[in-house]
């Protein structure tokens, strides 16, 4: 643990044991600090994620029953300590059930914080716009170190001009900009008594709305085994979109499809932030979210 750091903890909790490193990785470093309220959460975020502590404090400030209990940060040295926010939803077998709860909750924080857009893209946070997807995804795609075969490059690359009609297509929608999880799964969702709180927006953006839960269905797909026709995907959209209003079953399937390929890109973005070393461990998972993107295509 930094010695600055340790004296910054210090200032802000009193720990009761040793601080301890429990995660340490190219994008950020988390310790443990015991202290007799229970465990606090110290984050040193890298540079490809130094937007989240301001981040998350400012979602705190404004959604205090639905993330992590912020105790301080600073900006400057993209520190974040946090207070415990209970269990992993992963522990608990990550029951569709929790996300019934939780999603119309997220849809909520979102729909409010599209007025904070452009303060969050001044800080840091990435932008995912549908305005700027087509450019981005235009280099992206003739990026010649994607883990993918020859045959997936070429289909992304010839969806070029139908990714942009469909960045259009959704665009014409109106439904604003606004902060998106893109991280929404099981080990970033926890239970503390009646309360989900949603955790880690380190890989957050600005973007369509819609497409967090691209993420969230994956790994219900992946780590529940639900098949793809499962009632339960139409019933965590409908519980999703209720906050949005009525009529919104079209755009989320285009917001969906485009945020299959905008995901790829903001992976791009962590993969290129990464030794080589580690970036051959991130390609396992993602050369499985750009198979993903190569599927839509074919739609």
Same mark, same amino acid.
């Given at each position: 643990?930094?010695?600055?750091?340790?004296?910054?903890?210090?200032?802000?909790?009193?720990?009761?044991?040793?601080?301890?490193?429990?995660?340490?990785?190219?994008?950020?470093?988390?310790?443990?600090?015991?202290?007799?309220?229970?465990?606090?959460?110290?984050?040193?975020?890298?540079?490809?994620?130094?937007?989240?502590?301001?981040?998350?404090?400012?979602?705190?400030?404004?959604?205090?029953?639905?993330?992590?209990?912020?105790?301080?940060?600073?900006?400057?040295?993209?520190?974040?300590?946090?207070?415990?926010?209970?269990?992993?939803?992963?522990?608990?077998?990550?029951? /569709?059930? !929790?996300? #019934?709860? @939780?999603?119309?909750?997220?849809? %909520?924080?979102?729909? =409010?914080?599209?007025?904070? $857009?452009?303060?969050?893209?001044?800080?840091?946070?990435?932008?995912?716009?549908?305005?700027?997807?087509?450019?981005?995804?235009?280099?992206?795609?003739?990026?010649?170190?994607?883990?993918?075969?020859?045959?997936?490059?070429?289909?992304?690359?010839?969806?070029?001009?139908?990714?942009?009609?469909?960045?259009?297509?959704?665009?014409?929608?109106?439904?604003?900009?606004?902060?998106?999880?893109?991280?929404?799964?099981?080990?970033?969702?926890?239970?503390?008594?009646?309360?989900?709180?949603?955790?880690?927006?380190?890989?957050?953006?600005?973007?369509? /709305?819609? !497409?967090? #839960?691209? @993420?969230?269905?994956?790994?219900? %797909?992946?780590?529940? =085994?639900?098949?793809?026709? $499962?009632?339960?995907?139409?019933?965590?959209?409908?519980?999703?979109?209720?906050?949005?209003?009525?009529?919104?079953?079209?755009?989320?399937?285009?917001?969906?499809?485009?945020?299959?390929?905008?995901?790829?890109?903001?992976?791009?973005?962590?993969?290129?932030?990464?030794?080589?070393?580690?970036?051959?461990?991130?390609?396992?998972?993602?050369?499985?979210?750009?198979?993903?993107?190569?599927?839509?295509?074919?739609?």
């Amino acid at each position: 643990m930094d010695r600055d750091a340790e004296v910054w903890i210090r200032a802000h909790v009193e720990p009761i044991g040793d601080i301890e490193t429990v995660h340490q990785r190219s994008w950020a470093t988390v310790a443990r600090v015991p202290s007799i309220d229970g465990p606090a959460w110290f984050k040193a975020c890298a540079p490809v994620q130094a937007f989240e502590p301001r981040l998350t404090a400012q979602l705190f400030a404004r959604w205090p029953d639905r993330v992590a209990q912020v105790l301080a940060f600073d900006e400057e040295r993209a520190w974040l300590l946090m207070a415990h926010a209970g269990t992993p939803i992963a522990q608990l077998g990550n029951p /569709p059930e !929790a996300w #019934l709860r @939780v999603l119309p909750l997220y849809a %909520e924080l979102q729909r =409010g914080e599209a007025a904070h $857009s452009d303060d969050h893209l001044a800080h840091g946070v990435p932008d995912l716009r549908i305005s700027a997807l087509p450019a981005r995804y235009e280099k992206f795609v003739r990026q010649p170190d994607l883990p993918l075969d020859e045959p997936g490059r070429d289909r992304l690359q010839r969806f070029v001009p139908r990714f942009s009609e469909l960045c259009a297509e959704l665009s014409a929608h109106g439904v604003p900009a606004t902060i998106q999880h893109d991280d929404l799964h099981l080990t970033n969702l926890y239970r503390q008594g009646d309360r989900l709180r949603v955790v880690d927006w380190g890989d957050a953006s600005i973007s369509h /709305p819609f !497409a967090s #839960l691209f @993420v969230t269905f994956r790994f219900l %797909e992946q780590v529940n =085994g639900l098949p793809p026709t $499962s009632p339960w995907f139409p019933r965590l959209r409908d519980a999703y979109l209720e906050p949005w209003g009525s009529g919104l079953t079209g755009t989320f399937a285009l917001a969906m499809r485009v945020g299959t390929f905008a995901h790829a890109i903001a992976w791009k973005r962590q993969r290129d932030h990464l030794p080589d070393q580690a970036r051959r461990e991130f390609d396992e998972d993602y050369s499985v979210v750009l198979s993903r993107a190569v599927a839509r295509t074919r739609d």
